[in-house]
């Protein structure tokens, strides 16, 4: 069978430094929740894969995220240049929704030296409506509304651009927070908040 | 013609010839004091001055000097004082104005004509060879002489030069000059239809013959030729990635490719220490050293540290540096020890360590290196050797504490209200505890032992592997404690059941504790039942029709098709295949560096007629080589 019939499976990259595993569900989540929306051939469960591995390669998308300093070492950047490069992308979300966080302070720079500048993402982009329509841009998080953090909604998140084409998506919200749950106990939400998430695969799987 | 209109005519003529040479004298000077001015450097409004001064006074002179024309009396006598032979016949004839027949027989005019003639002939001369030699003089001062760039290029203009035909584009040099940061010498090649300089040098392409006719651009952009009679140049500085410069004369065409060659980083190595270390205590001094190299030149390196302080999501950073080493070459070694006890770090506190070098790099940078980082971790008392900050999402065995804790508070109520039982109602209550409490020890029975068997341990104790419980003896303690809480709780003795429940929670807090030190790289695995909850969802997304997107590897298609093309092309026009296969080395030096260099060397075989065969041969093999786009294997590609 071809490669292109194979399913999405979503991966978490492992880098050396932080605590990239500090939202543990919320791949499940995820998935739950392209599942339950999209007819995207999913996998059922995440993988985690050292972002210096080669195997990183392999994902049209991976999902990065912590606390602590965010520095790649030299293999991560090279892999993580080389993803890009391919026409994968990055989706890194700080978990402290914290702009003067040392995670936001170090995974900037980081961005900055090793895929270029990220600049503000327009609320009008592609990404706020590739599924779920977000006409006001990303939804602000539960973090960002109970005054956690810098008690500041991020009007914008900050992506680094190839051309028309989001590589890497950086998130200031604290979706790590949002999503990381069970998806049995999305049943006692109103309304989904992982919708985002969904835009987000199925941006990366699309475009 | 009588004597007195003679004389009346030689007056009006010595009146023009001393005009002429007043005009004469007072030009010279002037040039000469233009010419004189610019040798010595003197300010034009000095060198204005000198002019006007020297013209009034010349003329003064000559005016003072004509006073013997003034009148025929004059003339007259100034025309006998010079021939002897007269003997006032002249004058007389001037003081009467009218004919007297006697004079007008015996004076002969023919003979004195030409004498006339030729005083009037060598004062025009001289005055003609002061003004060649005062405008020889001119010509020849320095070009900063008042209006001689003017004269030049009317002179120019007048007696244009007239120049063989050549070919202006039969021998290019190009010379590119590095920045002076850099400390390389300038280097010049010639005919190259490529070249690489480093970012900021500055490139002259340079052809012989004047400016007139040669065209150039510089990526589509008209640019300005410079030159002289000699050479024509046109001239840009190495800033854009690539530039590729056109230079045509008549239907003649050269094109050049200008690689710039960035400066790049420099590079930093920690080699001590190897790996992240995690300490009890914030004492601890320890030797950081570092290797580093730069393509060009170190300037200045030093140790960055990143304390970070904090639990749960509350950290705050703070950022030092070690005092900067500084370098004068191409590689480095930076050294420093790093005490903790200085940084005043507390227990939970992360160090992170890198070294960061910078360059020489004037112009655009400088640019700056970094190594990996190493991290010093202070554990905390309660969470030694802990490598996870938030804790994890909570495990079965963390659920199990939590019952623990409730069965305790369920405990100690009945021991309380014991007195105000019956005996039947205290009976049942201990063993509805117990039951619950038994529950427990067999949910940690499976976690222990990891058994999935539904009827649970039951009686078969004497069959398990004291091998298993020995890798988590917290979990041990807590399901020997359970059992005997078990034990009294269905005895009906609670009292009795609360210390070995107490030690239960302890250790079941402590093996939730110590699951919590491996967490890392062990996230709970959960499976979603795919088939159970798709399309369930209430919401629904907008997906639409999307256009085809181009094929991942298109680029790579048009370089096989260009490099065909040119190649075939190569056997009518060598000069517009290197051309064409100078544009695809162009396109390939972002997506492809090693078809890009196999492009170069078939070039340089091309224009030294050498044998491109092993040239073209790795360039075919590259551009034949899979796409670079296309999806490994892998979990996304496995297929």
């Known amino acids: 069978m071809g490669w292109w019939l194979s399913d999405f499976t979503f991966c978490t990259g492992r880098y050396e430094s932080g605590d990239w595993d500090s939202a543990p569900t919320l791949p ?58 391919r026409g994968g992308m990055i989706f890194i979300d700080d978990h402290n929704h914290d702009i003067g966080g040392v995670f936001h302070k170090t995974a900037v720079e980081e961005i900055t030296r090793t895929f270029g500048k990220p600049a503000e993402l327009r609320n009008d982009h592609a990404i706020y409506k590739s599924f779920f329509a977000f006409p006001d841009g990303p939804p602000a998080t539960s973090h960002e509304l109970n005054g956690w953090g810098d008690n500041l909604v991020h009007k914008n998140l900050l992506a680094v651009m190839d051309g028309p084409r989001i590589s890497v998506l950086y998130s200031n919200k604290d979706y790590s927070s949002e999503w990381n749950y069970h998806p ?20 990366a799987l699309t475009r | 013609m009588t004597i007195y209109a003679f004389i009346r005519k030689t007056q009006r003529l010595i009146v023009l010839t001393a005009a002429v040479k007043g005009v004469a004298l007072a030009a010279s000077l002037a040039l000469l004091i233009f010419a004189v001015g610019a040798l010595v450097d003197l300010p034009s409004g000095t060198v204005a001055t000198i002019v006007v001064l020297s013209a009034i006074s010349s003329l003064g002179a000559l005016a003072y000097r004509a006073k013997m024309i003034r009148s025929p009396v004059s003339v007259a006598l100034w025309l006998e004082e010079t021939i002897p032979a007269m003997h006032y016949e002249l004058v007389t004839s001037a003081e009467s104005r009218i004919p007297l027949p006697d004079l007008e027989r015996s004076v002969h005019l023919d003979h004195i004509q030409p004498f006339v003639t030729r005083r009037i002939a060598k004062v025009l001369t001289r005055s003609a060879s002061m003004l060649l030699g005062a405008s020889l003089i001119y010509l020849f001062s320095p070009a900063t002489s008042f209006g001689r760039g003017r004269v030049h290029s009317g002179m120019a203009r007048a007696f244009p ?72 140049s046109v001239t840009l500085s190495a800033v854009k990635p690539v530039s590729i410069v056109r230079v045509a004369h008549n239907a003649e065409t050269r094109l050049i490719v200008v690689e710039t060659v960035p400066d790049r980083p420099p590079q930093v190595v920690l080699t001590a220490p190897l790996r992240d270390t995690t300490l009890r205590t914030p004492r601890y001094s320890v030797l950081l050293q570092a290797e580093t190299s730069d393509d060009l030149g170190l300037r200045q390196g030093y140790f960055e540290y990143l304390i970070v302080s904090g639990t749960g999501e509350a950290f705050s950073g703070r950022t030092l540096t070690s005092p900067p080493a500084h370098f004068e070459s191409r590689t480095g070694r930076l050294q420093a020890r790093l005490d903790l006890a200085a940084l005043k770090v507390v227990p939970g506190d992360l160090v992170s360590v890198r070294a960061v070098v910078r360059d020489n790099n004037t112009l655009t940078g400088p640019s700056i290196g970094t190594s990996d980082t190493r991290s010093f971790r202070i554990a905390r008392a309660d969470e030694y050797d802990s490598v996870s900050i938030e804790a994890a999402a909570p495990p079965p065995v963390d659920s199990s504490a939590m019952s623990q804790r409730m069965l305790i508070l369920m405990t100690e109520a009945l021991v309380r209200k014991k007195k105000l039982l019956t005996k039947q109602q205290l009976v049942k209550e201990s063993d509805d505890i117990g039951f619950m409490e038994d529950r427990i020890r067999k949910r940690v029975y499976d976690i222990l032992y ?22 988590n003896p917290d979990l041990k303690e807590a399901y020997d404690a359970l059992w005997d809480a078990v034990r009294s709780l269905r005895i009906a003795e609670p009292a009795v059941a609360l210390p070995p429940m107490r030690v239960a929670l302890k250790a079941l807090d402590r093996a939730r504790l110590a699951k919590r030190l491996y967490l890392r790289g062990t996230a709970p695995r959960v499976v979603v039942d795919i088939s159970r909850v798709r399309l369930t969802g209430k919401e629904k997304g907008i997906s639409s029709m999307r256009s085809p997107q181009a094929v991942a590897d298109s680029s790579r298609r048009m370089l096989l098709s260009g490099f065909e093309s040119a190649i075939t092309l190569s056997k009518s026009d060598r000069r517009l295949a290197i051309e064409q296969l100078s544009l695809l080395r162009v396109r ?52």
Not at chain 1, 47 to 76: D, K, W
Not at chain 2, 207 to 217: D, I, K, N, S
């Open chain 2, 588 to 639: 390939a030096l972002a997506s492809s560096p090693p078809l890009a260099t196999a492009l170069r060397d078939i070039i340089d075989a091309m224009e030294q007629n050498r044998e491109t065969a092993a040239a073209l041969i790795r360039a075919r093999r590259l551009l034949a080589t899979p796409s670079v786009t296309g999806t490994p294997n892998g979990e996304w590609g496995g297929g």
């Open chain 2, 161 to 232: 030069r007239v120049f063989p035909p050549i070919n202006k584009l039969a021998s290019l040099r190009i010379r590119i000059t590095p920045p002076a940061y850099s400390g390389l010498r300038a280097s010049e090649q010639t005919n190259a239809a490529s070249v690489s300089a480093l970012a900021g040098s500055r490139v002259v392409i340079a052809g012989p013959g004047t400016p007139e006719g040669v065209r150039a651009t510089v990526d589509g952009a008209p640019v300005r030729i410079a030159g002289d009679d000699d050479t024509w």
């Open chain 2, 450 to 471: 990891q058994t999935d068997s539904p009827e649970g341990p039951g009686d078969t104790e004497e069959v398990e592997s004291e091998i298993q419980a020995i890798n």
């Open chain 1, 28 to 85: 499940a989540n995820l998935i739950d929740s392209v599942a339950r929306y999209t007819d995207i051939a999913v996998a059922p469960s995440a993988v985690i894969v050292p972002l210096s591995s080669p195997r990183i390669l392999g994902f049209p998308l991976v999902y990065m995220t912590g606390h602590l300093p965010f520095r790649f070492s030299e293999s991560e950047r090279a892999n993580a240049r080389k993803l890009v490069d």
């Open chain 1, 184 to 203: 049995d106990n999305k049943r006692f939400s109103s309304v989904d908040n992982t919708r985002f998430g969904v835009n987000i695969i199925v941006y």
